[in-house]
């Protein structure tokens, strides 16, 4: 029951203090649950990302629900989740209530843009690690670029791009 409260508490603030969504929170994560708690590897972090990635739904709740269930079943993957989802649901509460009234003012205006650095940040940060864990080399370097470019400059789906990288990672896995 203890980690269920200490997983409860991690995404609480995770999801309290994470502007920006659910790759903005990927570091603090890192660090809470690799880094200081140990309760999974680097490796099996990263995994998690991926296959996080792919699932229908809100990211930051998504990874709750891994890492919660991973680290103590169904009880902790309801923990995590109420945690990193009960900021952001009072937060729209609370903003539904007043935002008529602020939805014009400058000042309110002048915060969100000055928040939009610090966003890009939080998300670059995490990006990079990715890039960095993904152990890219020259040979498959192509790979993403190529699928950035179809999806960007040919309107080519995300989905359609997922098939064919699982289908290709299963021909070349089973080549060699």
């Known amino acids: 029951m203890m980690i269920c409260f200490q997983l409860f508490r991690i995404f609480l603030n995770i999801g309290a203090f994470t502007l920006g969504g659910g790759y903005a929170m990927l570091g603090m994560v890192k ?3 690799v880094e200081r708690k140990k309760w999974i590897s680097e ?37 995590a989740m109420l945690g990193a989802g009960l900021p952001s649901f009072c937060i729209i509460i609370l903003i539904a209530m007043f935002f008529v009234e ?32 993904a152990k890219l080399t020259w040979k498959t370097m ?8 179809l999806i960007w400059q ?3 789906s995300p989905i359609y791009i997922i098939i064919v990288a699982a289908v290709g990672g299963q021909i070349i896995r089973r080549i060699k």
């Open 31 to 33: 660090q809470a649950i």
């Open 43 to 79: 490796d099996e972090f990263w995994d998690m990302i991926t296959i996080v990635q792919t699932l229908p739904g809100v990211f930051a709740i998504n990874t709750a629900l891994y890492v919660g269930y991973k680290i103590k079943g169904k009880a902790g993957a309801f923990a």
């Open 102 to 133: 602020f939805k014009d003012n400058e000042i309110v205006e002048r915060i969100f843009k000055g928040i939009r650095p610090c966003v890009v940040a939080l998300i670059l940060a995490p990006s990079i690690q990715m890039i960095k864990s």
């Open 142 to 149: 192509f790979i993403p670029i190529v699928a950035a470019l």
């Open 154 to 156: 040919c309107n080519v």
